[in-house]
């Protein structure tokens, strides 16, 4: 089935397992289920599904009906063999790197350009736990080579598209790469959704989504998905069935109602970045246009190869001409509909200061060598008239 059907109908309509007599009608969407436990006529069958011999549910910390369907829902567009809803993305990335170092070397190989807060857990949480991280320049395929030979890391993690430059590694080589070394590859893909394209089917082990982003996408629900090959799934529940970083049975409900949505919104959020990209490009205002359409774009042959055709993206970064972060600031106050915050992915245009938000951690120096500018600001394109979007920008770029 094509992917803007399976967004539209996986998970619903599940029969439950044993309720024979009750199974003549199904609630059309899948419901939310608050109970915390759940109950057998027959205790003996309560024990079978503890030990794993019969599919069902006993606690809520294990799972619940309406992450299974969420997680069947995610599974079905993304391939693998199943999912884990997590409550934050960042859960489920944690999730994920700790499974993959379960009986490996605890040596992390992550890029230098990656998720601010990626960073911060790999340093402040990993670190300290006596699992290291190595950095390497994932643009370069040949150095992601190198520090594999060298470092013999245990787990492999990267992002589709890296935050803010929009630059998109050879994920294709460098799953090879992970496969042929045996080291299991990890991929945040939070910014490209699988509309645009599935790591798991290009050689990835584990493919974990911030589903706050482009999947859930109205701006309402924090929550995380992990999707797993065979492997890997099994250790994941067992894993989470411990720590219990599990989203809850509301905010799976309104992500699998967002979900049904995304491959459409996104469509949508693509051809108007696409068209905001090319009107930015030739602002008087504007030095630079980072976005992956453009021909000129350093990584045009990994888009190629990686992305379904015509499909890009809805993250523009642009460079203000001569703007330093007074201008900055007064351009986002001078916004009257693209929202200026956090975050992104959402129905509605919004544009955030990488210098002050996803980057400030960083020291300027720091900022300036890895290319992020005190003149860039990144755009969230929604969903909104392309026209407005234009009007918008265009009112603040000349204020
Ligand atoms: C937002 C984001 C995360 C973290 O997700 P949360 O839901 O905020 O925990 C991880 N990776 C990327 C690329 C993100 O954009």
Redesign the pocket.
Known sequence: MNLYTKAVHAGDRKRPASGDNQAAWVPVTAPIHTATSFFYNDIDNLDKVFAKELPGQSYSRYGNPTNDALEELVTALEGGAGSLACC??????HMAINVALIDRRRVILAPKLI?G??IGMLNKVFEPAGAETVWADFDDPSAVEAAIAEHRPGVILM?TIA?PLLRVPAMHRIAKMANAAGVPLVV?N??ATPLITRPLELGASMV?H????YLSGHGDV???MVTASEEFLGPLRDLSRTVGFILGPFEAYLSMRGIKSFAVRMERQCSNARKVAEWLAAHPNVDRVHYPADPKHPDAENIAAIFAEGFYGAMVSFEVKGAGRPEIFHLMNSLKMVVPAT???DVHTMMLYPAIASHRELAPKHRARLGIHDNLVRLSVGIEAVEDILADLDQALRS
């Open positions: 934050s993305g960042m859960a489920a990335l998720y807060a990626t992002e935050n945040d939070t910014f974990v911030s589903l706050t982003k924090l929550g995380g975050s992104l992915g």
